[in-house]
């Protein structure tokens, strides 16, 4: 595609619900990331994904946060049981691989009320 | 663990104005260098980059950014802002065993006055 695709664009979720948040990246990138940008703050490092290795999840803020990427492609981040301090921009981006830029994605703005 | 900290939180100028805003990294190894720039209501794009080579960098837009090695510095500079350049800049970068990992600074916004 012509760039990274997140979707949806907004969400807004009740306390305690689950909600999965989809990233498309540019075909053929290998690495893909999720980031979390709160008011104020900067970008939160979540996750990252490289071809086939394992994912580095040192990010995660917590257990009801996980993600997946499915045939080295989509990406789906979902969260559990949220909580009013998830609500944020969810950021995805992706790159050829190592030593590489990032291209970003519009985010996904998650309001939890 | 690599860390980024941008030392502005907040900048405001008028246009015409010279611009520098600081970024210095913490990770003794290979570094790549990267300025983001997220304009209002847009996603984060690619000012500039550095990977090897020559430490002065030419960006977009007339930005430009120096990387000092024994400083651990990143700092952007544009001689000559324009209203236009009102954003939230950010600075980020990959090192070591961490990878590919981008680690981010906590974002300056400049705000330029017409």
């Known amino acids: 595609g012509a760039g990274v695709s997140q979707s949806p664009s907004n969400k807004v979720t009740e306390k305690g619900k689950d909600v999965e948040l989809r990233c498309d990246p540019i075909s053929g990138h290998t690495a893909l990331y999720w980031y979390r940008q709160s008011l104020g703050q900067g970008l939160e490092f979540l996750i990252y994904?490289?071809?086939?290795?394992?994912?580095?999840k040192s990010g995660l803020p917590s257990d009801r946060f996980s993600a997946e990427r499915t045939g080295g492609s989509v990406s789906t981040l979902t969260i559990q049981r949220t909580q009013q301090e998830d609500s944020a921009v969810y950021l995805c981006?992706?790159?050829?691989?190592?030593?590489?830029?990032?291209?970003f994605g519009q985010g996904t703005r998650l309001t939890v009320v | 663990a690599q860390s980024v900290s941008q030392h502005n939180h907040h900048v405001i100028l008028s246009e015409a104005a010279s611009l520098e805003l600081g970024c210095n990294y913490s990770y003794g190894g290979t570094v790549n260098l990267f300025w983001y720039v997220q304009y209002p209501g847009q996603h984060l794009q690619l000012l500039l980059k550095?990977?090897?080579?020559?430490?002065l960098v030419k960006g977009i837009k007339g930005f430009e950014a120096e990387f000092i090695k024994s400083k651990f510095s990143f700092n952007l500079r544009k001689p000559s802002v324009q209203w236009s350049d009102t954003a939230e800049y950010f600075c980020?970068?990959?090192?070591?065993?961490?990878?590919?990992?981008?680690?981010f600074g906590g974002g300056t916004r400049v705000l330029v006055k017409p």
């Open positions: 994904f490289q071809g086939n290795s394992a994912p580095d």
């Open positions: 550095y990977f090897s080579g020559d430490p």
């Open positions: 981006a992706s790159s050829w691989g190592v030593n590489t830029e990032a291209f």
């Open positions: 980020a970068v990959n090192a070591g065993a961490a990878g590919n990992k981008l680690t």
